[in-house]
């Protein structure tokens, strides 16, 4: 009796098929993430209508933290794009995109290791825009929080980069790696030519 029609063989294919599927489970996941930014969509425009109707009577100021306020949602739906997008395409399954004309750029040849930098520069500047919106309103904050939490949020904020950069070295390495130890193209090439 062959190896491969045994009973343990075919459970284990089975099972190996079953573990591959699993990755299906993800989509729901993603399905939400859409949901959930149209309804971040309406957040925005809920926002930019609050700003228009009051911009006659707002100062300077507070016209800037109202802005800030649509870059920052602006920012954290490039984000769930970019976890919707480039997570479906890495974990569950590709997405032929390839001779499309408004393919993203930052598609290219993205990977698990890529699209985790990616996502943490995202979070950095998220943090960068939050926190800017703390220093341009310091004496409400001061009136609200004490100087201890402005602190906390610098800390935050250069965790976030600490990260990120962290997060790119080792990319970097990785990837230089791997080019280290592939066949050498031109090698290969020069072989065939010489036979």
């Known amino acids: 009796m062959s190896n491969e029609n045994t009973p343990i063989k075919r459970f284990e294919s089975f099972f190996e098929g079953f573990i591959f599927w699993s990755r299906w489970v993800q989509a729901p996941l993603y399905t939400g993430l859409i949901i959930a930014s149209f309804f971040y969509l309406y957040k925005f425009f809920q926002e930019l209508m609050y700003m228009v109707k009051y911009t006659t009577i707002w100062n300077e100021t507070k016209m800037m933290l109202s802005i800030l306020g649509l870059v920052d949602i602006s920012m954290v739906m490039n984000l769930v794009v970019m976890v919707t997008i480039g997570g479906y395409s890495i974990f569950t399954s590709r997405i032929d995109v390839d001779m499309h004309d408004d393919k993203p750029l930052w598609l290219e040849g ?18 960068g825009v939050y926190l800017l919106k703390t220093f341009i309103d310091y004496r409400n904050e001061v ?3 004490s100087p201890e939490g402005i602190v906390i949020e610098i800390v935050i904020h250069m965790v976030f ?21 592939a066949p050498n193209a031109s090698e290969h090439n020069d072989d065939e030519s010489g036979h």
């Open 143 to 145: 009136q609200k929080t």
């Open 110 to 127: 993205l990977d698990a290791g890529q699209l985790k930098i990616k996502l943490a520069t995202s979070l950095a500047s998220i943090s």
């Open 161 to 181: 980069i600490v990260s990120a950069l962290l997060l790119s070295q080792t990319e970097k390495i990785t990837h230089s790696y791997h080019a280290s130890h």
